[in-house]
């Protein structure tokens, strides 16, 4: 006992000795005392630094993108997805024959896709880049295996609930205080337009969303293990933040997570489900194309015209992407130069070249929609050929979460992904990763410990 005391007397005062002559040096020793000290007591508290240093991520990579955040803080993302794709090697051997296959087909067409926009021109470095851009998802696939094996089967599931429970509480917290300090400049629809926990109303959204769906198809769930209050918590603190955002695009997910689970009740069969959910982004692109026809918005509510402004640039956005595509048929404008954000002279010329030079929002004065529809994205830089693969792929990643766990989370997730890749670019942007594909692999990754459980529609 009089050891430790020394000890720590003797550790207190080197402490205040570099505090006085390195005061950064001395906070990170500090900070690394504290965490090594809270790893060996606390249990299981290696995957709950990991949880919290993931939301420490996704927040901050939507703030450094809004100025909110050094820029440098956004490549925090990148490191983390990077060890994500590494830690994948180890789910070799711990999936079954018949899902490594569904995983097999759902990486031989991200490659397909990639390798149209490589052949369709464009510089190698932007093609390199932009292509492990779309593709870094993965990685949190890898990550997220990685926190799981640090908790029990029976912990996971309700461990990815509380996580974007915690999330959503705390961006709660931060819009009222916004809303109380009166710091914000604008209203829509008559609500004060605040920027919360992450600094931007889209991804404030996403993450009620992404809570919601929990609720609605694990809510109920006797393998969940939460009380009933969390759960009312959770559809109060979901709708607070969902009509704080005054952004309801991420509803569309909500709708279509209905449809899914209504159509898996009655017994649809999960290859037939996850085509119907890979063709969702096509039919959103139709119906925003029908909503935004001229003469749509004369005689219409406040609200709808609102979503007609907000629909309008992803339409003009997929027109571009079809001139490209038809341009250079069957191949697109090469990786990298729609839609990428990478080199903002060429994305300029691919703008051009395909009728927006002149549209608000595309000009070089500020392209600022280039970032809101996925699937124009896919269009533009890989073409046809580009599109189609991407979509197999995408079915084929639906199938697979629907028949790899008994958690219906994670096909639900996925269909709300599928959902929303016309209106966010869900399987780019680092915020978006982090959010959907963290708690949907914990959820399953409690069924593949075990073996993954077969399909079974519910009754």
Request: proline letters at 3%.
């Amino acid at each position: 006992m009089v050891v430790k005391c020394m000890a720590i007397t003797a550790m207190a005062i080197a402490l205040g000795v570099l505090a006085i002559r390195a005061p950064v040096a001395a906070w990170v020793v500090a900070t690394a005392v504290v965490l090594i000290a809270f790893l060996f007591t606390v249990r299981q508290g290696v995957p709950m630094l990991a949880l919290a240093g993931l939301a420490a991520v996704a927040v901050s990579y939507t703030q450094a993108t809004q100025g909110g955040a050094p820029s440098a803080a956004k490549y925090l993302d990148d490191a983390v997805l990077v060890v994500g794709v590494l830690l994948l090697v180890r789910l070799r051997g711990r999936l079954s024959r018949r899902l490594s296959r569904i995983a097999g087909i759902v990486l031989f067409f991200m490659f397909a896709s990639a390798m149209a926009g490589v052949l369709g021109g464009g510089s190698l470095r932007l093609a390199v880049i932009g292509n492990w851009q779309d593709a870094r998802w993965l990685g949190a696939i890898g990550i997220g295996v990685a926190v799981a094996d640090g908790l029990q089967p029976s912990q996971r599931r309700r461990w990815a609930f509380r996580w974007l429970l915690l999330l959503n509480v705390l961006n709660a917290l931060v819009s009222l205080y916004q809303i109380a300090a009166h710091d914000y400049t604008t209203t829509r629809l008559g609500f004060p337009e605040v920027t919360g926990l992450f600094g931007q109303t889209t991804a404030n959204a996403l993450a009620a969303t992404l809570l919601l769906i929990f609720v609605l198809t694990d809510g109920r769930s006797s393998r969940l293990a939460v009380s009933k209050r969390e759960i009312a918590l959770a559809i109060g603190v979901g709708f607070l933040d969902l009509l704080l955002s005054t952004r309801f695009k991420p509803g569309l997910a909500l709708v279509a997570v209905a449809i899914f689970l209504y159509l898996r009740r009655i017994g649809i069969r999960p290859l037939v489900l996850a085509s119907l959910a890979a063709a969702i982004p096509v039919i959103v692109i139709m119906a925003f194309a029908w909503v935004t026809a001229p003469g749509r918005a004369e005689s219409e509510s406040e609200a709808t015209t609102n979503l007609i402004a907000h629909a309008a640039p992803r339409v003009q956005f997929m027109n571009g992407a079809e001139q490209l595509a038809s341009r250079a048929f069957p191949l697109g404008e090469g990786s990298g130069t729609y839609g990428s954000d990478l080199n903002y002279g060429r994305e300029l010329e691919a703008f051009a070249d395909a009728g927006l030079g002149s549209q608000y929002g595309f000009r070089t004065e500020g392209s600022q929609f280039n970032s809101d529809n996925f699937v124009a994205h896919v269009l533009g830089e890989r073409g046809y050929a580009g599109l189609a693969a991407w979509l197999i792929s995408l079915a084929a990643l639906i199938y697979f979460a629907l028949v790899s766990s008994s958690s219906s989370f994670v096909p639900g997730v996925a269909i709300a992904a599928a959902s929303l890749t016309a209106l966010v670019p869900v399987f780019r942007d680092g915020t978006a990763i982090l959010l959907v594909f963290i708690p949907a692999t914990l959820c399953m990754w409690g069924s593949a410990h075990h073996g993954f459980e077969r399909y079974r529609p519910q009754s």
